[in-house]
């Protein structure tokens, strides 16, 4: 084999290498694109899986009462001996509100100062029904 040869063989193998590492890299890339493509659709999957749960969740919730189908109403009670602001929030308060919230309305609402309640007083308490009255 002469110098000429020898030249052009190992031109010829570093450009084979050279196309080899070449073609070994676009295959990496094409499994880090095809990785983070399989990604991209496993979380568009979990996403849309929990919205759907949510809109489930919604919907279920729905099917009890509703404040918009819900009327808020008012009537008078008179009160017995040992009877308190909580029990009164605890049989009338049926909406969305906690029961404090509930005690300082009525409480606002019949201009009260303190919550003690005597026997025989009247109050002004609301409630809500879905019946129109």
Do not use: C
Not at 41 to 64: E, K, Y
Not at 88 to 107: F, K, L, P, R, V
Not at 120 to 125: A, E, K, S
């Amino acid at each position: 084999m002469n110098q000429l040869d020898r030249n052009h063989s190992v031109h010829y193998n570093t450009n084979r290498r050279a196309v080899s590492s070449t073609r070994n890299q676009r295959r990496r890339q094409k499994k880090i694109q095809k990785f983070y493509r399989s990604l991209f659709v496993f979380a568009m999957a979990i996403l849309i899986v929990i919205g759907i749960g949510r809109i489930v969740t919604v919907d279920a919730s729905d099917q009890g009462h509703t404040k918009e189908n819900q009327i808020r109403y008012y009537t008078s009670i008179s009160i017995d001996s040992e009877e308190t602001l909580w029990n009164i929030a605890q049989e009338y308060n049926n909406g969305d509100e906690s029961n404090t919230h509930y005690i300082n309305s009525i409480m606002n609402l019949n201009n009260m100062n303190s919550d003690t309640l005597y026997s025989g007083q009247n109050l002004l308490v609301y409630y809500y029904s879905t019946e129109v009255k």
